[in-house]
């Protein structure tokens, strides 16, 4: 299995308190994911990471924001969490972005926004 | 735009019965396209994948051949395990620099003994 841990594994929080999931691989893979579930969406992409500094936006990214200071981790913050959030968090890594790369996938986060 | 349609569940089948699950696709340019399964709690592991027309993915007795003609990519199994009760999502990866995969909304498999 790829060594990707996601922390913490579940949350409940707050509607407007400040939230912060952490991705950690231990692979070296330079490409980094987060990803939401919801049921009758699938995953949907929020923002990636090509490197270290180096992010986007994905298909969902309004009210969140990513940082990767380390090859290693990839951070993903809700500055003032909704109860639209409320959602299972995926993060991925792949070792290139091309095509045919497969993304290896994380345990996920449960996150609650009450 | 880029997407992906699968046949909406649950499916509920007994053991040992055949398995397809629809996927098609819309797509510019030569996508690679994947099937993911979602055991329950768990996240997404690869269960096969194929990265050009008339390539057959297989895996753990599972199948899916990529139909440029139809722009589709079955998932099929001959005969099926209450093991394999999950959550099955169809995905392309559309290529460019990033590698963004678009996945189908997941179709929940149920196998009773």
């Known amino acids: 299995d790829a060594g990707i841990t996601q922390s913490p594994r579940h949350k409940v929080t707050e509607t407007g308190t400040p939230v912060t999931l952490r991705c950690h691989q231990t692979?070296?893979?330079?490409?980094m994911y987060w990803y939401r579930q919801d049921p009758g969406h699938g995953l949907r992409l929020i923002h990636y990471s090509y490197g270290v500094k180096d992010t986007d936006k994905g298909e969902v990214s309004d009210g969140y924001s990513v940082s990767r200071s380390k090859t290693e981790d990839f951070l993903l913050t809700l500055e003032s969490a909704t109860s639209s959030q409320t959602s299972v968090y995926f993060c991925?890594?792949?070792?290139?972005?091309?095509?045919?790369?497969?993304?290896?996938f994380g345990p996920g986060t449960r996150l609650t926004v009450l | 735009g880029n997407s992906v349609t699968q046949m909406e569940g649950p499916v509920t089948l007994s053991e040992e019965a055949f398995l397809t699950i629809n996927c098609t696709y819309t797509a510019t340019g030569y996508p690679s396209l994947f099937w993911y399964v979602q055991y329950p709690g768990e996240g997404l592991q690869l269960l096969l994948k194929a990265t050009k027309a008339d390539d057959k993915g297989s895996n753990k007795g599972f199948e899916a051949t990529y139909r440029k003609e139809t722009t589709s990519f079955h998932l099929e199994k001959g005969s099926v395990q209450v093991s394999d009760s999950a959550v099955y999502f169809c995905a392309l990866n559309y290529g460019g620099s990033q590698g963004n995969l678009i996945f189908g909304k997941g179709t929940k498999l149920s196998v009773k003994p």
């Open positions: 991925a890594i792949s070792e290139m972005g091309t095509a045919g790369n497969e993304q290896f």
């Open positions: 692979e070296n893979h330079r490409y």
